[in-house]
Every structure is written in C-alpha cells, then in structure tokens.
C-alpha cells in the first residue's frame, strides 16, 4: 500500500529555518513529480512548491511567497523542502502530494497520493 509521511515539522522563530521531508513506500518517487503544499488555519490550502520527475528534467517551480526563501530537493526516495527565512504565514499543516507532472498537480486533478500533514508553526 502506498504511503506517503511527512516529516521536519515543529516550532520555529520568525527568520529560522525547518527542513521538511515527504518520503513514500511502495512508490519510486524519481519516477514522480512531488509538490509541497501548506494550509493555513481558515484558509484553504495553496501550492508552495513542486519538483518534477527525474525522467523530466527535475524542474522546479515555487509559489511567490516561497521564492528565494524555500529550496525543494530529492534525496534517496525523498523529496526535501528546506525552508529558511521563516515568516508567521508560513504556519499551516504542509502536505506533499504525487502526481505524473507539476502541471497536473497544480490543476488539481492529477494527484495520485497525498500525505498526512505535518505541522509548522512560526511565532516567537
């Protein structure tokens, strides 16, 4: 059965860092495009970043809130998103999610699996 868990987590001050991990069982996530996205309380939840499959290139794209502040990444089965410069609104249940492309995960109706969440909240 395939699982998706996020991991990375917690409470950070405004201007630390966090580095999230999302890694799967039973799926080859090279073979996928992995997005991270975040919601915030009452807000509904929102892309912030999306990393291509292997087999197309390993592009990335960024919401404009995390440009220059989120790095997203593979590691062995695992997609990272190191996020630095942490801000109050980055607080939100972030959840990774796979799909064939980013394209199809953006628009909603290619996502094959997502993850549980995991929490990140910012505050001094």
């Known amino acids: 059965q395939v699982q998706l868990v996020e991991s990375g987590g917690g409470l950070a001050q405004p201007g630390g860092s966090l580095r999230l991990s999302c890694t799967a069982s039973e799926l080859p996530l090279d073979y996928y495009a992995v997005s991270w996205f975040r919601q915030a309380p009452g807000k509904e939840r929102e892309e912030v970043s999306c990393?291509?499959?292997?087999?197309?290139?390993?592009p990335t794209s960024y919401a404009d809130s995390a440009k220059g502040r989120f790095t997203i990444s593979r590691g062995a089965n695992t997609v990272y998103l190191q996020m630095d410069s942490l801000k109050p609104a980055d607080t939100g249940v972030y959840y990774c999610a796979t799909g064939n492309t980013c394209w199809a995960i953006g628009l909603g109706t290619g996502i094959d699996y997502w993850g549980q969440g995991t929490q990140v909240t910012v505050s001094s």
């Open positions: 990393i291509s499959s292997k087999n197309g290139g390993g």
